[in-house]
């Protein structure tokens, strides 16, 4: 299911924050509104396997920098952040429904 949920929620991420030249703005639009239904028949055992893909994700993005001083840090919105919280602690599946 790991794998599942990083896709899932590389998926929504994009969904989210993708620009128009990734998505158009009307389509990802049409798809955040279908995500409540979505959420709404997720198991527990579903939204806590995506909740641990958007820990992952934020290990990832929020990272101290490497031997090379990179770290996609400085390229993560406060919006995404915030993102990132809401699913980590659960309040994304309850804020969408």
Same mark, same amino acid.
């Given at each position: /299911?790991?794998?599942? =949920?990083? /896709?899932?929620? *590389?998926?929504?991420?994009?969904? /989210?924050?993708?620009d *128009?030249? !990734?998505?158009?703005?009307?389509? =990802? $639009? &049409?798809? !955040?509104?279908?995500?409540?239904?979505?959420?709404?028949?997720?198991?527990?055992? @579903?939204?806590? =396997?995506l909740? &641990?893909?958007?820990?992952?994700?934020?290990?990832? #993005? #929020? =990272?101290?920098?490497?031997e090379?001083?990179?770290?996609? !840090?400085? #390229? $993560?919105?406060?919006? &995404?952040?915030? /993102?990132?919280?809401?699913?980590?602690?659960?309040?994304?599946? @309850?804020?969408? #429904?």
């Amino acid at each position: /299911m790991k794998t599942l =949920a990083d /896709m899932t929620f *590389e998926y929504i991420w994009l969904m /989210m924050f993708g620009d *128009e030249d !990734q998505i158009a703005p009307d389509y =990802a $639009v &049409q798809l !955040q509104e279908s995500l409540s239904l979505y959420f709404n028949e997720m198991t527990s055992a @579903e939204k806590s =396997a995506l909740s &641990q893909a958007a820990e992952r994700a934020r290990d990832f #993005l #929020l =990272a101290d920098p490497d031997e090379n001083g990179f770290t996609p !840090q400085a #390229l $993560v919105s406060n919006e &995404q952040r915030e /993102m990132l919280d809401a699913f980590i602690s659960g309040e994304a599946f @309850e804020s969408f #429904l």
